[in-house]
């Protein structure tokens, strides 16, 4: 799983998270609410993570708010996925030292894989940390709290055979009432040389299917009309009994739940809750998968799925497990079995060793799949990591920077040319707010995950309208009711 880091989910939904106007924590009165600052980094899975965190201490009498200045308690969700993400981290905590200074009391948090990743270092290296709790250890939080209260440093990093949160009713934050994230699984088996998300949250685990289709039900009962299951890869997806996915026999494989039966049992919940799910790996992407998707029309039509690079030889350095071939074999089989199929993906520039060669082989594998959408980023090295420790970080800058332009600069050319293409079609769009220009005008995602805004008429958030495109910008489709 790959995220854009540079905007936080925070950031984009800040502002529609609950705010009640109160006293500062210095003036707050016995027996008030503790007030909860939750700031997330990082990938979608980061973010459901926060709203567990947030029902965890919800639970313990904290209330959350978007304004720091109230907070008794500060938690940063962090990313370690590039070197960037922890340096805005890091800012982020440099700004927080003046929260301090004002009030000594407010404890300051950091969760997440940067948490996971520098463990009890974190707190030698921000003097203003107090609590480093990992992705697994979420539970421990009132009592890593009920220490720092006692006047010492407090960490939980443990990483679980089990710990899947499946009991935890997650608090929604900065929600817009209509889409909601669903974890499914935990950890990832996979070793890519270049990712430190097994080093940050351990080994696979599923969470039981039960629990997910109760959350969705929750859900679509209080008026969630989409829901997106999350996974670091849900293709992998397989839960008999609970626990590590490596410990399940190939006798309970027979009977096993598998990612295919889950995307059934959550589109069965209702006709009318939209399936959405992230992300896919093209090394276990089954059929079953896709026919599940082709036989219910609520299960969108888009699938994320991550190549990375384009040549074999790559991949193979990269450890992804599938070659330029078999990424094909998925595609093809993506637009045989669901034609009108949106599909996106991640690309890494300037990977140990790359030659010009392999690059343009990226550039003609994206000619030849001409994604929807893509994340694109350059190389960065990070700690532990196989490459880390066994490859040479040798691409110059310049020339990773160059080539990855060159891949921003053709996929931005295939982007406009599938929104394009969504021109003079009806699509079933979920609304899912007004449009950032205008309050007169509705947006919401088609099924292919593309953005359509048309004028609202006397339509509200959480309908299905049907909207005919007549025209459309680079990412927006734009059009009228029908
Ligand atoms: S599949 Fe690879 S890139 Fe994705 S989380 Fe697992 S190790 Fe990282």
Do not use: W
Request: proline letters at 3%; one cysteine or more; charged letters at 30%.
């Amino acid at each position: 799983m790959e995220f854009n880091e540079e905007k936080t989910i925070d950031e984009t939904r800040q502002g529609e998270a609950i705010v009640l106007p109160s006293p500062s924590p210095l003036e707050r009165g016995r027996g008030e609410a503790k007030k909860l600052f939750l700031e997330s980094y990082g990938c979608a899975m980061n973010f459901s993570d926060s709203e567990i965190v947030a029902s965890i201490l919800v639970g313990q009498g904290y209330s959350t708010t978007t304004d720091e200045t109230e907070a008794d308690l500060i938690l940063i969700n962090t990313c370690a996925i590039r070197e960037n993400a922890e340096t805005r981290v890091r800012q982020r905590l440099t700004e927080f030292k003046k929260r301090k200074k004002e009030n000594p009391s407010i404890i300051v948090g950091v969760m997440g894989c940067m948490a996971e990743r520098l463990k009890a270092k974190f707190l030698e290296e921000e003097k203003i940390v107090d609590i480093v709790v990992g992705p697994d250890a979420y539970r421990d939080l009132p009592k890593l709290i009920e220490t720092v209260e006692g006047g010492q440093k407090a960490v939980n990093v443990l990483l679980s055979r089990e710990e899947t949160y499946a009991d935890i009713s997650p608090v929604r934050l900065g929600s817009n009432g209509v889409t909601a994230f669903i974890s499914i699984m935990r950890g990832c088996d996979n070793m890519c040389a270049f990712c430190v998300v097994p080093f940050t949250r351990g080994r696979e685990r599923s969470r039981d299917p039960q629990s997910i289709v109760e959350e969705a039900k929750d859900l679509f009962a209080r008026g969630y009309r989409e829901v997106t299951l999350l996974g670091q890869n849900v293709d992998s997806y397989l839960y008999a009994g609970g626990g590590l996915k490596k410990e399940i026999t190939e006798e309970q494989k027979k009977t096993a739940t598998t990612f295919a039966n889950l995307l059934e049992m959550v589109a069965l919940v209702s006709p009318e809750l939209r399936v959405r799910f992230s992300t896919s790996n093209p090394q276990d992407m089954t059929d079953d998968v896709l026919y599940a998707i082709a036989k219910h029309e609520n299960i969108c039509n888009y699938i994320h799925l991550p190549v990375q690079a384009g040549s074999t030889s790559m991949l193979t350095r990269m450890n992804r497990g599938y070659t330029r071939e078999k990424y094909l074999d998925r595609i093809a089989a993506i637009k045989r079995i669901i034609p009108d199929c949106g599909i996106s993906t991640d690309i890494i520039s300037g990977f140990c060793g790359e030659t010009e060669e392999e690059h343009q082989a990226t550039l003609s594998l994206m000619q030849e799949v001409r994604n929807d959408f893509a994340y694109m980023f350059a190389y960065s090295e990070r700690p532990k990591t196989f490459a880390e420790k066994n490859m040479k970080d040798d691409v110059p800058e310049n020339i990773k920077l160059k080539r990855l332009q060159e891949v921003i600069d053709l996929q931005l050319k295939h982007s406009a040319e599938k929104v394009k293409a969504g021109v003079g079609k009806v699509h079933k769009v979920l609304v899912e707010q007004f449009s950032k220009k205008s309050q007169e005008m509705l947006s919401g995602r088609n099924s292919q995950n593309t953005v359509v805004v048309f004028p609202k008429g006397n339509f509200k958030k959480g309908d299905f309208v049907n909207v005919l495109a007549t025209k459309c910008t680079g990412g927006t489709l734009i059009g009228e009711a029908v």
